[in-house]
């Protein structure tokens, strides 16, 4: 039981950071490219993550549908101390010029869906703001061709200019356009494979963050 504690900590950490941090990557958040949201229901992309130490990891994350102005993002990502995939959706809106987190929703192998919006919007009024367009803070390198195992794709280069992270996008890929990534500080991402028809794999009613702990016998996050 105290693995699966230490296991769900370890993502809930990870889901609890704006999709569009650069600095968590554990549960496959895209980085600061949030200008080229490109949501398209039932279309993502599958990727490869090479921390900084050399382990290798992968991810999926795709759109899974169209709600109340926004779209519903999964992510998927195995987690060995859990034994088999977790999966966690966000409702994603775009207010003015940032894009705001208006749900979130987890599940773990073989548990119920966990409704964990309100952390996450705890977790979004605590967060440094950060505006939707990262190519205002952001150098163009010009067009290059890149090949990754999912094709060849002619993609946009463009470097950060907050702290040298490299970026390859294309508007063939959905939902963040993302093909490459590199950077000093963080995870390298690549580009495995398109997904299509893509269907949300969390399934069953959500409980609270409140029932989720306690099943656990833990005692319920303050909030």
Same mark, same amino acid.
Not at 41 to 59: I, L, P, Q
């Given at each position: 039981m105290k693995i699966a504690v230490r296991a769900l900590l370890t993502v809930l950490m990870a889901i609890g950071f704006a999709p569009w941090s650069a600095a968590q990557m554990g549960m496959g958040r895209p980085p600061s490219i949030a200008g080229v949201f490109n949501p398209v229901? %039932?279309?993502?992309? =599958?990727?490869?993550?090479?921390?900084?130490? %050399?382990?290798?990891? =992968?991810?999926d994350m795709y759109v899974v549908d169209k709600e109340a102005g926004g779209y519903w993002i999964e992510y998927g990502m195995e987690v060995p101390q859990m034994h088999g995939t977790m999966y966690s959706k966000m409702l994603l809106v775009r207010q003015a010029d940032d894009i705001m987190i208006q749900r979130s929703i987890f599940q773990m192998p073989g548990r119920p869906p966990v409704d964990a919006s309100s952390m996450m919007q705890m977790r979004s009024m605590q967060d440094e703001k950060q505006k939707a367009d990262f190519r205002a803070n952001a150098e163009n390198l010009g067009s290059e061709s890149v090949t990754t195992p999912a094709g060849t794709f002619s993609c946009q280069h463009w470097r950060s200019k907050k702290d040298g992270s490299e970026y390859w996008i294309s508007d063939k890929v959905t939902p963040w356009q993302l093909v490459k990534t590199t950077g000093k500080d963080q995870n390298s991402i690549v580009l495995v494979r398109l997904i299509t028809n893509a269907k949300s794999h969390i399934t069953g009613t959500p409980v609270s963050m409140q029932e989720m702990m306690k099943g656990m016998g833990q005692q319920p996050p303050h909030q």
């Open positions: 229901v %039932g279309s993502g992309a =599958s990727y490869e993550m090479t921390r900084k130490n %050399g382990e290798k990891s =992968s991810f």
